[in-house]
């Protein structure tokens, strides 16, 4: 019995899935997450002045390294060659949070949803990284998919 998991083959072992069929074609997947902090945290950010540094511009170097590494962190994942990967940071000083979203773009024969939730990840975490010494409380919520397209699967949107 084949498993519905593509991952697993037919005796529920783990196994990397055979693309060497598929067709290439352009893909690319959108994530997001938020960082939760306080609001003077969230001024020192904007305002340039964190002890550490620039903490947006290493946040989105991280999270583009995040998207190249990423088959080297997730098991039976594919290592691809990216063509795009961007990283970009919203505030929203009414809750005291900053929107992480990553994209991924790739031409091949699987999805980069993957890369673009590492990305979003790998900068969250540099974020909590570069000013947790003034902010241990920063936390991390809503890491998802919220767009993908390109292969069999067409397109995917969240609501």
């Given at each position: 019995m084949k498993s519905p998991l593509s991952h697993l083959?037919?005796?529920?072992?783990?196994?990397?899935?055979?693309?060497s069929e598929k067709a290439v074609t352009s893909r690319s997947a959108t994530a997001e997450g938020f960082v939760t902090m306080a609001p003077a945290t969230l001024d020192m950010i904007?305002?340039?002045?964190a002890p550490k540094g620039d903490v947006l511009a290493t946040a989105r170097i991280a999270g583009i390294m995040g998207a190249k590494k990423t088959s080297e962190?997730?098991?039976?994942?594919h290592p691809?060659?990216?063509?795009?990967?961007?990283?970009?940071?919203?505030?929203?000083?009414?809750?005291?949070?900053l929107r992480v979203e990553?994209?991924?773009?790739?031409?091949?024969?699987?999805g980069v949803e993957m890369e673009a939730l590492t990305a979003v990840t790998v900068a969250c975490?540099?974020?909590?990284d570069m000013c947790k010494a003034v902010d241990r409380a920063m936390?991390?919520?809503g890491i998802r998919l919220?767009?993908?397209t390109g292969g069999r699967s067409g397109t995917f949107r969240a609501r």
């Amino acid at each position: 019995m084949k498993s519905p998991l593509s991952h697993l083959n037919a005796r529920g072992e783990a196994h990397m899935v055979d693309v060497s069929e598929k067709a290439v074609t352009s893909r690319s997947a959108t994530a997001e997450g938020f960082v939760t902090m306080a609001p003077a945290t969230l001024d020192m950010i904007l305002d340039g002045t964190a002890p550490k540094g620039d903490v947006l511009a290493t946040a989105r170097i991280a999270g583009i390294m995040g998207a190249k590494k990423t088959s080297e962190l997730i098991p039976l994942c594919h290592p691809l060659a990216l063509s795009k990967v961007t990283v970009d940071f919203e505030p929203d000083r009414d809750n005291a949070c900053l929107r992480v979203e990553a994209t991924a773009k790739v031409d091949g024969k699987t999805g980069v949803e993957m890369e673009a939730l590492t990305a979003v990840t790998v900068a969250c975490l540099t974020l909590y990284d570069m000013c947790k010494a003034v902010d241990r409380a920063m936390g991390f919520t809503g890491i998802r998919l919220i767009e993908k397209t390109g292969g069999r699967s067409g397109t995917f949107r969240a609501r």
